[in-house]
């Protein structure tokens, strides 16, 4: 059964700094993996889906990477900004069609002005 | 920009009402979900559904839940005697069928919040 795991649970940094946040999933044989962003009471906006052939996507100031073969993928955010406070989520999909996401916990990120 | 929405934003009920949590996905799509997130906890999957029958469901989705695609835009799921443990964040998803490409990436609505008194 696929398990993800989101560490640090909590983070909180000072505005500017460049960050990273760690996925790790138990299961090698994804089909994709997306990161989304959930703000309080808010559903879940998709950041970037990174595909299990691709290494890293980008988007603004995101860069996902996926390392399949050792079940893990970092999200980078370049020059945090107070707005880039949220939970944000990774979430896994095994196959394609109609298959499920499997999702971590979350990092409660909080960026101080 | 095409988006899921979710009517109503929040419900309230008393324990063994029938509650029905009501999605419109986007409009080209033809996969459709819905997860729960429990307060403090992790988005869990309940069911799929795609050409009018379900894919997939989850030990969850016992037979007290039940999901329809009453026409062609709404997609409900429908709670038949609510408990106290059913007391969360509803999600609906949708994800496009593209033979060509792309990835089914999958796009939620702003959720339904059911609190169970």
């Known amino acids: 059964k696929q398990e993800v795991t989101q560490i640090p649970a909590a983070l909180s940094v000072p505005e500017g700094e460049n960050l990273v946040l760690n996925c790790s999933f138990t299961?090698?044989?994804?089909?994709?993996l997306q990161w989304f962003r959930q703000d309080p009471g808010k559903g879940l906006t998709s950041l970037l889906l990174?595909?299990?052939?691709?290494r890293e996507q980008t988007s603004g100031r995101l860069n996902a990477s996926l390392d399949k073969s050792s079940g893990r993928s970092t999200l980078y955010i370049a020059a945090s900004q107070p707005g880039d406070s949220a939970t944000y989520l990774c979430a896994v999909r095994e196959g394609e069609g109609a298959q499920k996401l499997v999702f971590g916990q979350g990092t409660r990120l909080t960026i101080n002005p | 920009e095409p988006e899921v929405t979710q009517t109503p934003s929040h419900q309230v009920t008393q324990m063994g009402q029938e509650v029905i949590l009501r999605c419109v996905p986007i409009s080209n799509h033809l996969y459709f979900y819905w997860y729960r997130q429990i307060l403090g906890q992790k988005v869990e999957f309940l069911v799929s559904?795609?050409?009018?029958?379900?894919?997939?469901k989850s030990e969850i989705f016992d037979d007290q839940f039940s999901v329809e695609r009453p026409d062609g835009s709404n997609f409900t799921l429908k709670i038949r005697s609510t408990k106290l443990e059913d007391s969360a964040m509803y999600f609906c998803?949708?994800?496009?069928?593209?033979?060509?490409?792309?990835?089914?990436?999958?796009?939620f609505g702003p959720g339904t919040g059911l609190t169970v008194t």
């Open positions: 990174i595909q299990s052939s691709q």
């Open positions: 299961d090698s044989a994804i089909y994709n």
């Open positions: 559904f795609y050409n009018n029958e379900i894919s997939e």
């Open positions: 998803a949708s994800t496009a069928f593209t033979p060509s490409v792309v990835f089914y990436e999958q796009y």
